[in-house]
């Protein structure tokens, strides 16, 4: 049975003047328009396709891509509104997605941008927006592993950093420490699991969090190659560096590399003053006890 609002594998059955007709078990035969194929498929050819309800509620299929299938979350902008049912977003297909009043979180204007999670509406078989996100973040403690990557979107600054969500289903927070620069509302980002709260809340990394010890070798191991490839085995990195220099210079966060410098300190391989830091140890190899 063809799923509504997700992508789906579907039989090629007939052709005719709209276009092409694909097998949607219980949904009967679903249009795939003709412009999206320039010739016809083999019978029974299995067609990638999106499913969803054009404007006159009728299920067609489209080899297009929305910005976010059911149960995701993006980032879209207002493109018009109705004041009597809602307001209507660009979701990358041609009909656009309505964010009913009822599942607004505040007044909108068009042209603005927020983050919505696309839901089917199980009344109407619809697909709809929804701004009122709570009711869709899972509250149990979710199984991350320490260090595993995970898929993030930005809903937004707080005292202590940035609200996300994590891989369209939990919420996390990125610290400002750990941040070169401010994020940005709705920018989706790679980031890495450091701690799964008891609370059900995600701590984060956008550098690789590995346990112990351990992931700071690989940023001491840059550290050390970057200093002997350096005139004098110098750098004019420190402390007191700001973070995006630190990030530029070796895709870490200022924390990861004060906490390198820190273990490199402690192993006689480098000094470090006001103006930098200096190798003064050489041949070890970091990590070998």
Same mark, same amino acid.
């Given at each position: 049975?063809?799923?509504?609002?997700?992508?789906?594998?579907? %039989?090629?059955?007939?052709?005719?003047?709209? *276009?092409?007709?694909?097998? *949607?078990?219980?949904?009967?035969?679903?249009?795939?328009?003709?412009?999206?194929?320039?010739?016809?498929? %083999?019978?029974?050819?299995?067609?990638?396709?999106?499913?969803?309800?054009?404007?006159?509620?009728?299920?067609?299929?489209?080899?297009?891509?929305?910005?976010?299938?059911?149960?995701?979350? %993006?980032?879209?902008?207002?493109?018009?509104?109705?004041?009597?049912?809602?307001?209507?977003?660009? &979701?990358?297909?041609?009909?656009?997605?309505?964010?009913?009043?009822?599942?607004?979180?505040?007044?909108?204007?068009?042209?603005? &941008?927020?983050?919505?999670?696309? %839901?089917?509406? $199980?009344?109407?078989?619809?697909?709809?927006?929804?701004?009122?996100?709570?009711?869709?973040?899972?509250?149990?403690? $979710?199984?991350?592993?320490?260090? +595993? /990557?995970? !898929?993030?979107?930005?809903? *937004?600054?707080?005292?202590?950093?940035?609200?996300?969500?994590?891989?369209?289903?939990?919420?996390?927070?990125?610290?400002?420490?750990?941040?070169?620069?401010?994020?940005?509302?709705?920018?989706?980002?790679?980031?890495?699991?450091?701690?799964?709260? $008891?609370?059900? !809340?995600?701590?984060?990394?956008?550098?690789?969090?590995?346990?112990?010890?351990?992931?700071?070798?690989?940023?001491?191991? !840059?550290?050390? +190659? /970057?200093?002997?490839?350096?005139?004098?085995?110098?750098?004019?990195?420190?402390?007191?560096?700001?973070?995006?220099?630190i990030r530029a210079a070796f895709g870490v966060s200022k924390k990861a590399f004060k906490q390198a410098i820190g273990v490199l300190f402690k192993a006689k391989r480098i000094m470090i003053d006001k103006t930098g830091i200096r190798l003064v140890v050489t041949g070890a190899v970091i990590?070998? !006890?």
């Open positions: 049975m063809a799923l509504i609002g997700q992508r789906n594998q579907l %039989a090629f059955i007939r052709e005719a003047t709209p *276009g092409f007709y694909l097998d *949607g078990g219980s949904h009967g035969e679903i249009l795939l328009p003709g412009r999206y194929l320039a010739r016809r498929p %083999a019978a029974g050819a299995l067609l990638d396709v999106f499913v969803y309800r054009d404007s006159e509620d009728r299920l067609v299929a489209t080899i297009e891509a929305p910005y976010a299938t059911v149960g995701e979350f %993006a980032f879209l902008r207002v493109v018009s509104i109705n004041p009597r049912i809602g307001v209507f977003l660009d &979701w990358g297909l041609e009909k656009d997605l309505l964010l009913p009043i009822r599942e607004q979180s505040g007044p909108l204007q068009e042209g603005e &941008w927020l983050v919505v999670r696309v %839901a089917l509406d $199980p009344r109407t078989e619809r697909l709809i927006a929804s701004a009122r996100l709570n009711r869709y973040l899972d509250l149990e403690t $979710p199984r991350y592993a320490p260090g +595993e /990557a995970v !898929k993030l979107i930005v809903l *937004g600054a707080t005292p202590l950093g940035f609200n996300v969500i994590v891989n369209h289903a939990h919420r996390g927070l990125l610290y400002h420490g750990d941040l070169a620069e401010p994020l940005a509302t709705g920018q989706p980002l790679e980031a890495f699991v450091r701690l799964v709260r $008891p609370d059900g !809340k995600i701590d984060l990394a956008l550098d690789r969090v590995r346990v112990g010890y351990q992931r700071i070798v690989p940023v001491t191991e !840059k550290i050390t +190659e /970057a200093l002997r490839a350096s005139s004098g085995g110098r750098l004019a990195l420190h402390d007191n560096s700001p973070p995006e220099e990590g070998q !006890k």
